[in-house]
């Protein structure tokens, strides 16, 4: 009887074991890339607490990251030492460290996660990587200055800003060619895809707008003004509005893509760099570079309701976990 027990009492722990273990692997995460800090703050949004820093190359100067979509690897641009370093999130450790072209500031993933394609902004060219092997596979050469990168909903193309160039690259990702160019206002930087692959938005860092842009030819449908040197952009799932980050003026503006108007403009800290929103659409992270901090923003009620204070040292960017 006693060795019965013995045998319950194990099966319970191991049990225990195991439900505590996929209790965490399914918290919902926040990934931060902090340029002066080197390193990637994790963020527990249950809690709002950070729970892990994991330390990348030393000046690495960190800028844009990616999730694969199974959420199993961060890439991040390491801006300084002209590469991308690979993270395993359940390690937390750097895995891979991959040479790029020069500058390397924003990085995008195929929704299949087989590709990773890095804007190398002094090189003025896009690094593609296969993320099986972890090597650059192809280089294409883009405008000036590229910025901001986004791949399609459908994972057929790639956009790329080109801030000095006042231009969009379109990749076609079949065949790692360049499909055209898109003319759009001055000192184009983020960029995103609606959710069903329908329009296109362009924030303008120097024109103070954003650019609604057709998937079929990139022609502009609208131009929406009212912005202060707007870098970072993103849509919420259900396609109805848009999160725009102010470098200018330490606040995000809610466009209503029904009317395409601004309809709030809700207070970040200092130099918000990058906005991301969670997969059920109710909340919006902002990255605060000079505050180092980041804003949790309720998008039912468009206000903050939490900031998290030292993320890290010039947070720069944000990838959520779901």
């Known amino acids: 009887m006693r060795a019965r027990n013995d045998i319950s009492a194990f099966v319970l722990r191991i049990f225990a074991f195991t439900a505590t ?15 002066m800090g080197n390193n990637i703050s994790v963020v527990n949004r249950a809690t709002n607490a950070v ?28 801006q300084s030492m002209n590469s991308v370093a690979v993270i395993s999130t359940s390690s937390n450790s750097v895995v891979a460290t991959i040479p ?23 090189s003025n060219n896009v690094s593609v990587i296969n993320t099986a092997t972890n090597t650059v596979v192809d280089t294409i050469a883009v405008g000036s200055k590229p910025t901001g990168i986004t791949v399609s909903p459908d994972g057929t193309r790639v956009l790329v800003t080109n801030m000095l160039s006042s231009t969009l690259t379109v990749i076609n990702t079949l ?12 000192g184009p930087n983020g960029v995103a895809y609606g959710p069903k692959g ?29 912005f202060a040197a707007p870098n970072a952009v993103a849509v919420t799932p259900n396609g109805k509005f848009l999160y725009v980050t102010n ?28 906005v991301a929103i969670s997969s059920d659409g109710a909340t919006a992270y902002v990255t605060n570079g000079y505050a180092y901090t980041l804003s949790e923003i309720d998008t039912s009620k468009n206000t903050v309701i939490a900031n998290l204070q030292r993320v890290g040292i010039y947070p720069a960017s944000i990838a959520l976990s779901h």
């Open 21 to 35: 273990a996929l209790a965490l692997s399914a918290q919902p995460y926040g990934y931060v890339s902090n340029e």
């Open 100 to 122: 790029v072209g020069s500058a390397p500031v924003h990085v995008a993933i195929n929704p299949k996660g087989t590709k990773a394609y890095v804007a190398n902004s002094n």
């Open 175 to 186: 065949t790692n060619s360049t499909y055209g160019t898109w003319w759009t206002n001055a």
């Open 247 to 274: 470098g200018n003026s330490a606040s995000v503006s809610v466009v209503n893509l029904s009317t395409l108007q601004i309809v709030a403009r809700i207070p970040t800290g200092l130099l918000p760099t990058s």
């Open 198 to 226: 329908n329009n296109v938005y362009v924030v303008n860092q120097y024109a103070n707008t954003v650019t609604v842009h057709t998937t079929f030819d990139g022609d502009i449908i609208h131009t929406i003004s009212g």
């Open 51 to 78: 729970v892990a820093s994991i330390p990348v190359s030393s000046g690495a100067g960190l800028t844009g990251l990616a999730l694969t979509p199974d959420g199993s690897y961060i890439y991040v641009a390491e």
